[in-house]
C-alpha cells in the first residue's frame, strides 16, 4: 500500500493536441479515489498513465514516495482492471489469476495460497478450471480482479470496470468493491462516467472535463458545493438548474425547489414536461419570463403535477452562485 | 429457406449429382486406369472396372518409376514433395508470425514503409520473377537441393497479411494486461499470441500445404537430377512421347499417389481450418 502523488501531470501527443492540462493531486495512503468525467474528458488516459501505459509529457507521478515517470508498468508495482477485463482468453481462470505471479518467478505453492485465497474472497472456486469463455460477464469481472488482487500491488487500477454489466449487477459488484476495498485497504483509484459509481465509491472524487481537475473533494462536498458550472451541471440528476440572473448564473438543484403561492415565487417555471418516477415527480419547464433557461424540479410524489405555470421557491443557503465569463463558483 | 417443390428438389439433386460426376468421373478413370495393364488401357473403349494389376502397378512405381521416362521412384518423390509441402508451410509461417508481430505491436520508423515493402510482394508471385530467381538459386549453387526447392516460395506476404490481420482483433487491453503482469513481448507472443493463432496457423498450413506440394513450374526448372523430383514433376518426365509411347497405367498409379496428400491434409484438419477461417477464440 502507498501513497500516489499527481504532481501537475500533462499529456499532449503533438505540441498543438494537449489532453490532459495538469493534474495535480496527494492520495493518502488506502483511500479509494474516483475520476469521473464524461467521455473524452482525459479520465481513462490519467489513469493509464499512472499504470505506464501511456508516457507523461511533463510532471510526476510517484507511488509510495517513488517518482515511477520512467519506469515499466510492471516496477511500477500496481494492478489494473480492464473495462473489457481482458482476460488470456485461452487460460483457465487459475492460469489468469497466476500468470503475473509465474512471471515474477513466485514458488508454486506460494501462488497456489494466493490463488486460492484471491478465489475465496471473489467466490470463485468453482470456477477455477474454466476458461473465460464459460463464465458470466459478473464473473469474468470477478476474475479480473482476482488477478489484480493475487498480485497484492501497492495501487489498484479501474478502468471502468462496472461498464459492461448489466444495471443490476453494476449495482451488486459495486457492493463487492466496496467490500473489498474495505477488507484489503489498497489504495484505489477508479475511472467512471458514471456519477452514481462516483458518488457511492469515492472517499474523495476528482471531476474531469477537457483534460483539466475541474473539482477534487469528497462526494458530498462536490454535490454540496460544485466548484464550477460544468461540475454543478454534471453531478446530480437531473442536474442543477442554472439560471441567467442579474448579470450571474444562479445554481439550484432540483430537490430545493419546492412549490409555493404565487406571491411568494422566486421563480415562476412554464412546465412542459411531466416525469412522474414513483418516488417523486420531476417536471421540467422554462423560466416565465421567456428566458430560455430549461429548469428542472423534483416534487413530491403527491404534488398535483400539471402543465403550466408552477411558482417555486428555494431557501436562500441553496442558492449557488457562478461567474458567467469563468464559470466559477462564487463565494457568498 | 423452407420450401416444398418436389420438381425443383429433383431438379437441383439432378445438377448437383451431375457435377459431383464431372468431377468424380475422371478420378474414377484414373483410378481404374491405375489397376490395368497398357495394353488393357490401349483398347478403346477402355474398360470401366477395376483391373488386377493394382500391386504390380503400385509397387513397380513406388520402387521403380517408369520404364521408359523418368526412372525416379515414386517413393522418392512423394518424400521430396513432402518436404516441399511441410517446409514452405513452415518457414512461412515462423517468418510470417514473426514479422506480423513486429508490425502489429512495435512502433519502429518506417513501420508502415515495410508493411507495405512486405505486401507489395504480393504481386510478385514466383511465375513473375522466375527468371531473376533462378539465376540467383543457380549462382547460390541451389539448383538440386531441397533449399532451392523451398526458399524462394517461403518468402510471401499472404500468411504475414493474415497473421497482421487476426492480431489487429485481438483487443489492445489484452497485450497492456500482460505488460502489467509483467510479460515481455516475447513472453506475451509465446504466451499469449501464439496460442491464440493455433486456429490460424491450422488454417495457413492446409492452404500452403497444398500450395506447396501442387508447385509445378518451380520445381520443374530448378530440378534436373531425378532424386530431386517432386511427384507432379515425375508425372510430367514420365510423358515422354507420343500416346501409345506412354505407360499410362504407371503414370495414374502415381496421379494418384500425387493427390493423396493433400487430400488426407484436408480431411484430417478440415474441423481446424473451418475454426481458423470462420471464428477465432476470443
Known amino acids: 500500500m502507498a501513497a500516489v502523488s499527481l504532481r501537475d501531470v500533462r499529456k499532449s501527443y503533438t505540441p498543438e493536441l494537449q489532453v490532459i492540462h495538469g493534474v495535480s493531486m496527494e492520495i493518502k495512503d488506502g483511500e479509494f479515489i474516483v475520476i469521473l468525467g464524461p467521455s473524452g474528458c482525459g479520465k481513462s488516459t490519467l489513469l493509464r498513465m499512472v499504470a505506464g501505459l501511456e508516457t507523461i509529457t511533463a510532471g510526476e507521478i510517484a ?52 490463488v486460492q485465497k484471491a ?16 463464465l458470466s460477464g459478473g464473473q469474468r469481472q470477478r476474475v479480473a480482479m482476482g488477478r489484480a488482487i493475487v498480485r497484492e500491488p501497492k495501487v489498484f487500477l479501474f478502468d471502468e470496470p462496472l461498464s459492461n454489466l448489466d444495471a443490476k449487477l453494476r449495482v451488486q459488484m459495486r457492493g ?17 462516467h458514471d456519477q452514481v459509481e462516483a458518488m457511492t465509491l469515492a472517499q474523495r472524487m476528482i471531476v474531469m472535463n477537457a483534460g483539466r481537475a475541474e473539482q477534487i473533494g469528497a462526494p458530498l462536498e462536490v454535490y454540496a458545493r460544485p466548484a464550477t458550472t460544468f461540475v454543478a451541471g454534471f453531478i446530480g440528476s437531473p442536474p442543477m438548474n442554472l439560471i ?78 457562478f461567474d458567467p465569463g469563468t464559470g466559477k463558483r462564487i463565494e457568498q | 429457406m423452407v420450401e416444398n417443390r418436389p420438381w425443383l428438389t429433383a431438379f437441383s439433386h439432378g445438377v448437383l449429382i451431375l457435377g459431383v460426376l464431372a468431377v468424380a468421373f475422371p478420378l474414377y478413370v484414373t483410378f481404374i486406369a491405375s489397376t490395368l495393364t497398357l495394353e488393357q488401357i490401349m483398347q478403346v473403349p477402355m474398360q ?57 505491436y512495435f512502433r519502429f520508423p518506417l513501420r508502415m514503409f515495410f508493411f507495405w515493402m512486405i505486401f507489395v510482394t504480393l504481386m510478385l508471385p514466383v511465375e513473375v520473377r522466375i527468371i531473376p530467381t533462378f539465376k540467383v538459386i543457380a549462382d547460390l549453387g541451389l539448383l538440386n537441393t531441397y533449399a532451392g526447392l523451398t526458399v524462394p516460395l517461403i ?26 503482469d509483467g510479460a515481455s513481448p516475447m513472453r506475451f507472443f509465446w504466451d499469449v499470441l501464439l496460442p491464440l493463432s493455433k486456429t490460424t496457423m491450422a488454417a495457413l498450413f492446409v492452404i500452403q500445404f497444398i500450395y506447396g506440394w501442387n508447385q509445378y513450374l518451380w520445381p520443374l526448372l530448378i530440378t534436373t537430377d531425378e532424386s530431386m523430383y517432386t ?46 477461417l470462420v471464428e477465432t477464440e476470443k
Not at chain 1, 507511488?63 to 494492478?79: H, M, S, T
Not at chain 1, 478465489?119 to 468453482?126: D, F
Not at chain 2, 510471401?156 to 502489467?180: C, G, K, W
Open chain 2, 231 to 276: 511427384t507432379v514433376i515425375g508425372i510430367k518426365r514420365m510423358i515422354v512421347g507420343s500416346d501409345s509411347a506412354n505407360e499410362w497405367n504407371l503414370i495414374m498409379a502415381t496421379a494418384i499417389l500425387a493427390m493423396l496428400p493433400p487430400a488426407l491434409v484436408v480431411m484430417l484438419m478440415q474441423k481446424w481450418f473451418v475454426k481458423g
Open chain 1, 63 to 114: 507511488i509510495g514516495g517513488r517518482v515511477v515517470n520512467q519506469l515499466e508498468p510492471k516496477d511500477r508495482d500496481i494492478a489494473m482492471v480492464f473495462q473489457n477485463y481482458a482476460l488470456y482468453p485461452h487460460m483457465s481462470v487459475y492460469d489468469n489469476m497466476a500468470y503475473g505471479l509465474r512471471i515474477r518467478g513466485l514458488a508454486k505453492d506460494e501462488i497456489d495460497t494466493r
Open chain 1, 244 to 321: 441567467p440572473k442579474d448579470g450571474r448564473l444562479l445554481g439550484v438543484r432540483p430537490e430545493h425547489l419546492e412549490p409555493c403561492a404565487a406571491s411568494e415565487a422566486l421563480l415562476t417555471i412554464d412546465v412542459d414536461l411531466i416525469e412522474p418516477l414513483g418516488a417523486d415527480i420531476i417536471v421540467y419547464g422554462r423560466i416565465g419570463d421567456g428566458e430560455s433557461a430549461r429548469v428542472a424540479a423534483r416534487l413530491p410524489a403527491d404534488a398535483k403535477a400539471q402543465a403550466g405555470k408552477l411558482a417555486v421557491r428555494y431557501a436562500p443557503q441553496n442558492a449557488h452562485w
Open chain 2, 155 to 180: 518468402a510471401s506476404a499472404t500468411a504475414t497479411f493474415l497473421f497482421r490481420q487476426f492480431f489487429m482483433t485481438i483487443p489492445d487491453e489484452l497485450a497492456e494486461a500482460a505488460r502489467v
Open chain 1, 176 to 192: 463487492e468493491l466496496q467490500a473489498l476495498h474495505r477488507r484489503l485497504g489498497t489504495t484505489s483509484l477508479f475511472v467512471t
Open chain 2, 48 to 104: 470401366l472396372t477395376p483391373g488386377d494389376q493394382f500391386v504390380e502397378n503400385y509397387s513397380q512405381v513406388l520402387t521403380a518409376g517408369s520404364t521408359k521416362g523418368s526412372k525416379a521412384a515414386a517413393s522418392s518423390m512423394l518424400f521430396n514433395s513432402l518436404v516441399m509441402a511441410l517446409v514452405i508451410p513452415l518457414g512461412k509461417m515462423a517468418i510470417s508470425v514473426i514479422s506480423a508481430f513486429a508490425i502489429v
Open chain 1, 119 to 134: 478465489a475465496g474472497i471473489l467466490e470463485l472456486k468453482k470456477f477455477l478450471d474454466r476458461k473465460p469463455r464459460a
